[in-house]
């Protein structure tokens, strides 16, 4: 172990594992809210998202831009970053509805047990997966550069960028707007009225299946806006870049509390932290394992979560 290398690089694990740590947070809202409403993990939700990230790296390759172009200027930069983002969400967003539609709706309209959902859902994240693979001939994807990092300022040793602050603004900004629409619209009180208690839903007029869509639809756009801090974060997209992202996100919604929002973004921050100084005591080949045991840990005092609140509970 490594702990003065820990001790004396804090202050830039700590952005880096904040920053990674966002990018999971908004992917795991949509294990949550999918799951507060019909007690199901959507395992397709990666490649929902995988989806936004392919949806981002094309739109930007039609503005002409290569892996090997120069980052625009400040306002080109900015109609680059906004077109990727509805690109993003926009892909994002279709690819969950059509999931809900073709692959979910049918079976609870046959009434099919918990088992037959997750093992759908399995099939489609797999199915998803290789057709883009498939597409993409399984090569890596070099995303364009849209953004020319830059320090913007500096404390002690940590070097914190423009596009670390965008992705940390970009989640909170996120996050809040959809804890404000769930806690105070009236489309968010019928996902709350449903995830409490679905046939009582039903006796005051709430549509249940336009809920479901509804939930799966937001899934669906935070995932895109993730997709898109994805691409600028790391660089490159493939066939799979949901996978494993995937796993960190769900870890992250059971940690904080599955079917809590609050909750999604408290285990993600955390997730991204414990990555991120798991890798300079053990190595990075260790960061997922030491994040996955200190879930197991965490769960076995608190298996609700750190939170523990149900969708249908939640209050402003």
Same mark, same amino acid.
């Given at each position: 172990?490594?702990?003065?290398?820990?001790?004396? &690089?804090?202050? $830039? !694990? @700590?952005? +880096?594992?904040? #920053?990674? /740590? %966002?990018?999971?947070? =908004?992917?795991?809202?949509?294990?949550?809210?999918?799951?507060?409403?019909?007690?199901?993990?959507?395992?397709?939700?990666?490649?929902?998202?995988?989806?936004?990230?392919?949806?981002?790296?094309?739109?930007?390759?039609?503005?002409?831009?290569?892996?090997?172009?120069?980052?625009?200027?400040?306002?080109?930069?900015?109609?680059?970053?906004?077109?990727?983002?509805?690109?993003?969400?926009?892909?994002?967003?279709?690819?969950?509805?059509?999931?809900?539609?073709?692959?979910?709706?049918?079976?609870?309209?046959? &009434?099919?047990? $918990? !088992? @037959?959902? +997750?093992?759908? #859902?399995? /099939? %489609?994240?797999?199915? =998803?997966?290789?057709?883009?693979?498939?597409?993409?001939?399984?090569?890596?994807?070099?995303?364009?550069?849209?953004?020319?990092?830059?320090?913007?300022?500096?404390?002690?040793?940590?070097?914190?960028?423009?596009?670390?602050?965008?992705?940390?603004?970009?989640?909170?900004?996120?996050?809040?707007?959809?804890?404000?629409?769930?806690?105070?619209?009236?489309?968010?009180?019928?996902?709350?009225?449903?995830?409490?208690?679905?046939?009582?839903?039903?006796?005051?007029?709430?549509?249940?299946?336009?809920?479901?869509?509804?939930?799966? !639809?937001?899934?669906?756009?935070? #995932?895109?806006? %993730?997709?898109?801090?994805?691409?600028?974060?790391?660089?490159?997209?493939?066939?799979?870049?949901?996978?494993?992202?995937?796993?960190?996100?769900?870890?992250?919604?059971?940690?904080?509390?599955?079917?809590?929002?609050?909750?999604?973004?408290?285990?993600?921050?955390?997730?991204?932290?414990?990555?991120?100084?798991?890798?300079?005591?053990?190595?990075?080949?260790?960061?997922?394992?030491?994040?996955?045991?200190?879930?197991?840990?965490?769960?076995?005092?608190?298996?609700?979560?750190?939170?523990?609140?149900?969708?249908?509970?939640?209050?402003?």
């Amino acid at each position: 172990m490594h702990f003065s290398n820990l001790a004396h &690089n804090v202050g $830039p !694990l @700590t952005i +880096l594992g904040l #920053a990674q /740590g %966002a990018i999971i947070a =908004l992917f795991a809202l949509g294990y949550t809210l999918v799951y507060g409403v019909l007690r199901l993990i959507n395992f397709a939700h990666s490649e929902v998202f995988l989806m936004g990230t392919y949806a981002a790296w094309a739109t930007w390759g039609l503005f002409g831009l290569t892996v090997n172009s120069r980052a625009p200027a400040f306002w080109p930069m900015v109609g680059l970053l906004v077109a990727g983002l509805v690109a993003a969400v926009v892909a994002s967003g279709i690819t969950a509805l059509t999931l809900e539609f073709a692959a979910y709706r049918p079976l609870r309209r046959r &009434n099919a047990p $918990p !088992l @037959t959902f +997750l093992i759908t #859902a399995i /099939g %489609a994240s797999l199915f =998803l997966s290789e057709v883009a693979g498939v597409f993409t001939q399984h090569q890596s994807r070099g995303i364009q550069p849209v953004i020319a990092q830059k320090n913007v300022f500096t404390i002690g040793n940590m070097h914190v960028t423009n596009l670390q602050i965008l992705i940390i603004v970009l989640a909170l900004g996120a996050m809040f707007a959809l804890d404000r629409f769930i806690n105070n619209s009236r489309l968010g009180r019928g996902v709350r009225a449903v995830a409490q208690n679905p046939d009582s839903a039903a006796l005051m007029g709430v549509n249940k299946g336009r809920v479901i869509s509804l939930v799966f !639809l937001l899934g669906g756009l935070t #995932a895109g806006v %993730a997709a898109v801090m994805y691409d600028l974060k790391i660089g490159t997209t493939i066939y799979d870049a949901g996978t494993i992202l995937g796993i960190e996100a769900f870890t992250a919604a059971v940690l904080g509390g599955i079917g809590n929002l609050r909750g999604a973004l408290l285990g993600g921050l955390l997730l991204g932290l414990l990555e991120s100084y798991a890798s300079s005591l053990f190595g990075t080949a260790w960061q997922h394992a030491v994040a996955f045991v200190l879930l197991v840990l965490i769960l076995m005092f608190r298996p609700t979560g750190l939170l523990g609140e149900s969708l249908g509970r939640a209050r402003a």
